[in-house]
């Protein structure tokens, strides 16, 4: 059985249907999405059906007949992949192999919700995948196999997390087979070296200045694509999707400080405390994202007023 929702567990949900068979995927709510907030299934749930799977979506495992559902399929083991729901025990105990996680870090660091955001957002030099076998506690569960990745300087959370999202599939394939052989045996994590990740708000997403230029220029990253960075031009939202760090200078005479802005070789920018945030990519409220420097040409008085 497989339990997941994003498009970080499709690939190991693709691998599973490729050597093994499926008895039934769980996977989260319809929810409504974009402007119109039309009803959309997790896309999860639209491979299965590709697939003629068993789909169920529950709003929330205690739901008896959600794990009247479970009971039913009686799984030999329970693959979960960025599901977005705590299992109980009664759930994890299911299966006669148990319970076991793909999750986008190299436990114990960043146990939680976000750990690929809080990996850029903390300047580690690399992340991965764990796959583990899963407890009643959050990420806590022994490990059964880890592989890791470095983290590039241009990685976004959404690069790091295709990349991720393919190591993982690729990393349960190769751990499967010697898990129920019990050739892998599970290695309990050392709690004195745990992190917390936790989960995302949208309002995490305002710049503030004050902070130095590779905080700014990690939050933007690892905030890509949501909840997204942003500041304000006209009293109206300006995202900020891509930057480069520069040096503050004084070739107009003009003293930067925290928030100023100005612009840098024909490209928007805004000071921090340490350094010049160079806007590459931006998107002004109503719009789609634009090159700085095409923004540049209609934003009268950028540099004018801080």
Do not use: C
């Not at 059985?1 to 567990?9: C, K, L, N, T």
């Not at 076991?100 to 919700?113: E, F, K, M, Q, Y």
Request: no cysteine.
């Amino acid at each position: 059985m497989f339990m997941g929702s994003p498009d970080f567990a499709l690939p190991a949900l693709e691998s599973l249907i490729s050597n093994y068979s499926i008895v039934g995927v769980v996977t989260q709510p319809d929810r409504p999405s974009g402007r119109g907030r039309k009803l959309t299934p997790p896309p999860v749930k639209l491979l299965a059906l590709k697939h003629d799977l068993p789909v169920i979506q529950p709003k929330n495992l205690r739901d008896s007949e959600a794990v009247k559902h479970l009971r039913d399929w009686a799984p030999d083991l329970i693959i979960v992949a960025a599901f977005g729901q705590i299992l109980r025990k009664e759930v994890l105990e299911l299966p006669k192999f148990g319970s076991i996680n793909v999750h986008a870090s190299l436990l114990p660091r960043w146990r939680g919700a976000a750990p690929i955001q809080s990996a850029i957002l903390h300047g580690d030099q690399q992340t991965g995948v764990t796959i583990m076998l899963m407890d009643q506690g959050l990420d806590t569960g022994p490990i059964l196999s880890q592989r890791s990745t470095p983290i590039q300087n241009q990685d976004t959370a959404s690069i790091l997390n295709r990349r991720l999202s393919s190591i993982g599939a690729s990393l349960l394939s190769d751990t499967i087979p010697g898990y129920l052989t019990g050739e892998i045996v599970p290695e309990v994590q050392n709690n004195a070296l745990s992190t917390y990740a936790p989960m995302l708000k949208k309002n995490e997403g305002e710049l503030d200045f004050s902070l130095s230029i590779v905080q700014l220029e990690r939050k933007i990253r690892a905030l890509n694509p949501w909840p997204g960075t942003f500041t304000y031009w006209q009293n109206k939202v300006l995202k900020i999707h891509q930057v480069t760090i520069g040096e503050l200078t004084t070739d107009n005479d003009i003293e930067l400080y925290p928030g100023s802005r100005t612009v840098y070789q024909d490209k928007p920018a805004i000071a921090a405390s340490d350094g010049l945030l160079i806007i590459d990519v931006v998107q002004p409220a109503g719009k789609k994202p634009m090159a700085g420097e095409v923004f540049l040409r209609g934003a009268f008085g950028w540099s004018a007023a801080h």
